[in-house]
């Protein structure tokens, strides 16, 4: 028997979430197999599905292991617009360091997913709109969800049909242009109706 099959619980979880990272180095999203996790792990297929029903949910597993949750990564400049740019530079930084076919070809199996991630970056946005609110920077409207997930959706709808991750400029005219008018037309402006 293998070292990982001897492995049990986190170690093990460990080991296979590093052995498919290091497989997604090797051959892309296209290539990438649980045959080939299972065999570069010295373990067997039912292991992986024990822990992932299909490969969507490993490449998610092994991304989030070795780069954290966008969830961990909420920024706090004191200023709504900056935030929401450090967010999607954020998010393209990552696509970076996975590389861009990995990221399309996740992004291309979403329904493989667990649902609770399609909210993921809608509630970073959520967070990031309510925390103005609070500084008093926009009104205390409620800002719909389709506007919260508008950036997040923009940036994924861009990867996927140029297969490149936005440019500093293109998210500037992203947030500038879109979501922030939006946010405020939702919202609306708190100092204007104090001074009414």
């Given at each position: 028997m293998s070292t990982a099959q001897r492995r049990r619980g986190a170690a093990l979880e460990e080991a296979l979430v590093d052995a498919a990272?290091?497989?997604?180095?090797?051959?892309?999203?296209?290539?990438?197999?649980?045959?080939?996790?299972?065999?570069?792990?010295?373990?067997?297929?039912?292991?992986?599905?024990?822990?992932?029903?299909?490969?969507?949910?490993?490449?998610?597993?092994?991304?989030?292991?070795?780069?954290?949750?966008?969830?961990?990564?909420?920024?706090?400049?004191?200023?709504?617009?900056?935030?929401?740019?450090?967010?999607?530079?954020?998010?393209?930084?990552?696509?970076?360091?996975?590389?861009?076919?990995?990221?399309?070809g996740l992004l291309s199996e979403l329904a493989e997913l667990p649902e609770a991630l399609a909210t993921t970056v809608p509630d970073v946005f959520g967070r990031l709109v309510a925390r103005a609110a609070e500084r008093g920077e926009i009104g205390p409207g409620h800002v719909p969800e389709p506007v919260l997930r508008m950036p997040g959706d923009l940036v994924r709808y861009e990867m996927i049909t140029t297969r490149e991750a936005p440019g500093t400029e293109r998210l500037r005219a992203l947030v500038d242009e879109l979501f922030l008018p939006l946010v405020h037309h939702h919202a609306g402006d708190r100092d204007l109706k104090s001074r009414s």
């Open positions: 990272w290091a497989e997604l180095g090797r051959s892309g999203y296209d290539g990438f197999t649980i045959d080939a996790v299972a065999k570069a792990a010295g373990t067997s297929r039912a292991v992986l599905y024990r822990r992932w029903p299909n490969r969507a949910a490993l490449v998610h597993a092994a991304v989030r292991a070795h780069l954290g949750s966008i969830a961990d990564l909420v920024p706090d400049t004191g200023e709504l617009r900056q935030d929401v740019l450090v967010t999607l530079q954020t998010i393209t930084d990552r696509v970076g360091l996975v590389g861009v076919d990995v990221m399309t």
